[in-house]
């Protein structure tokens, strides 16, 4: 009887080992596609629609590494816009929206190497912002961006200093738009308003598309007649 027991509890230990196991295993990585006349986007489902992004690889390598690693792991499935602003832009990618803690929001993210990590300033020569531009967001510190991220809804000029813009909108501008019109409250210091209704990223889908692909940014958008550029 007690070599049974002392069986059963081998057995016990060694499932709840290999459970443990399992729970470490590091995150599997993801990379663009190398298949010739293909790319990967990130396909955003919110609230309002869908929303895809193409990247911008060859220009900010780091930034697109990071979205898509994050995409991929999940990161970004079931956070939401914390920040909605008409005609400028809607920024989420906030882990801290998950909780219930509304007074959080706009303070959390991290790179998809792990917890209080950033990543640096890249392509900082880019002139001017456009209407779909995707950029990390950051702090007042330029090298401090993480997994926030905004999409613009208009020309800029400039902004408050240089961002690292990594993608663009290439299909769903307009649901970007409805987004931004989401009545709230105010944001102090920031500029925006938090939607009274929360607008989710429900999942971040990576999926490879045909790089002779129309953009359909809808109206004051950049149509794009090739994803290839």
């Not at 912002?129 to 993480?146: F, L």
Request: proline content about 6%; some cysteine; glycine content about 12%.
């Amino acid at each position: 009887m007690a070599q049974k027991q002392f069986i059963l509890s081998l057995l016990i230990v060694t499932w709840l080992a290999f459970l443990a196991s399992c729970s470490n295993e590091p995150a599997k990585d993801f990379t663009l596609t190398d298949e010739a006349g293909y790319e990967t986007v990130a396909r955003l489902e919110t609230t309002q629609g869908p929303i895809t992004i193409r990247f911008h690889s060859e220009r900010a390598p780091a930034h697109v590494a990071n979205f898509v690693n994050l995409c991929g792991r999940g990161f970004y499935n079931g956070t939401y816009f914390h920040r909605v602003s008409p005609e400028f832009l809607i920024q989420g990618g906030d882990p801290n929206t998950l909780d219930d803690d509304f007074a959080n929001d706009g303070l959390g993210g991290h790179t998809y190497a792990g917890p209080q990590t950033t990543l640096r300033l890249e392509a900082p020569d880019h002139s001017g912002y456009s209407r779909g531009d995707v950029a990390m967001a950051r702090t007042s510190q330029v090298n401090s961006a993480g997994s926030q991220f905004f999409i613009l809804l208009s020309e800029r000029a400039s902004l408050d200093g240089p961002y690292t813009v990594f993608g663009e909108v290439v299909i769903g501008i307009e649901v970007a738009d409805r987004i931004s019109e989401e009545p709230g409250a105010p944001i102090g210091g920031l500029g925006g308003f938090n939607p009274e209704v929360p607008q989710y990223i429900e999942e971040c889908v990576l999926e490879e598309l045909p790089q002779k692909v129309k953009g359909g940014l809808g109206p004051g958008g950049r149509e794009k007649e090739t994803m290839d550029q």
